[in-house]
C-alpha cells in the first residue's frame, strides 16, 4: 500500500474541489476519492426528516427562558449530552396517533410508542388553552404500539403529546408545556409528519 508522507497536508481536512476529501481517522491521517452521497429521499426518508424538524420548532418553542434550558440539561446530565439533544433523542424514538376525529362523550383509541423510559413518560392533552395529563394511574407501557382510550369532554380540537414529566422548574407543577415533547409520527407511506390530533364534534 502506498504510504503519504508529505507534510504538506499532515492536517488537512474537508474537500479539494470536487476531487479529493481530506479527513482523519484515529489520529491518521487520509484522503479518498470526492463523492456525491446518495439522498434517494424515500417517503420513509421524507417522513423522518419532517418529524426531526418538527421536534427542532418545538424546542424553539418551549426553551424560551434558561429556567427550562437548564431542567431539560438537567435531566441530560447522566447521558452527559445537552438537554436538546435529549429532547430531540426522546422526540425520536417516541410516536403517537390519534383518530383525526372523534364525538364527545365517546372513548377514543391512543396508540403509542416511548421513546424515554415508561417511569418518566406521560400523556397530555391540549385543548387550545389548558393542558391535562390523562396518563393512567398504573403509568404507561414501555411495549411498542400501546393503546390507552380517553373520553373526551365536549367537542373541540384536542392534540395529545408525550411527555417527560420529570423535567420541571422549581416552583412549577405539572403538567407544564415544556415538558411536553412531541405530537408528531412518521408518515411512512405519504412522507410527512403525521401530527397527534382529533377533532371532536
Known amino acids: 500500500m502506498t504510504k503519504w508522507i508529505s507534510p504538506l497536508f499532515s492536517d488537512a481536512r474537508n474537500a479539494l474541489g470536487k476531487s479529493v476529501v481530506f479527513s482523519n481517522w484515529k489520529g491518521r491521517p487520509y484522503f479518498r476519492s470526492y463523492v456525491i452521497p446518495a439522498n434517494p429521499r424515500t417517503a420513509k426518508q421524507r417522513a423522518h426528516r419532517a418529524v426531526m424538524k418538527e421536534l427542532v420548532k418545538r424546542w424553539q418553542q418551549i426553551a424560551v427562558s434558561e429556567d427550562v434550558k437548564s431542567a431539560w440539561d438537567k435531566e441530560a446530565l447522566p447521558y452527559q449530552i445537552s438537554g436538546y439533544n435529549l429532547f430531540v433523542k426522546y422526540g425520536r424514538l417516541s410516536k403517537i396517533e390519534v383518530p383525526s376525529t372523534g364525538t364527545a ?8 410508542t416511548l421513546g424515554l423510559p415508561a417511569n418518566k413518560a406521560r400523556i397530555y392533552v391540549y385543548d387550545g388553552s389548558t393542558w391535562t395529563d390523562i396518563t393512567p ?13 380517553w373520553t373526551p369532554p365536549s367537542a373541540g380540537t384536542y392534540e395529545f403529546y408525550i411527555a417527560d414529566g420529570e423535567v420541571l422548574v422549581e416552583g412549577d407543577t405539572p403538567p407544564q408545556p415544556y415538558q411536553a415533547i412531541t ?19
Open 105 to 112: 362523550g365517546s372513548p377514543i383509541t391512543i396508540t403509542y
Open 137 to 149: 394511574a398504573e403509568g404507561l407501557s414501555s411495549e411498542p404500539n400501546s393503546t390507552l382510550e
Open 183 to 201: 405530537k408528531w409520527s412518521p408518515d411512512t407511506v405519504n412522507g410527512v409528519a403525521k401530527e397527534a390530533k382529533c377533532v371532536v364534534s
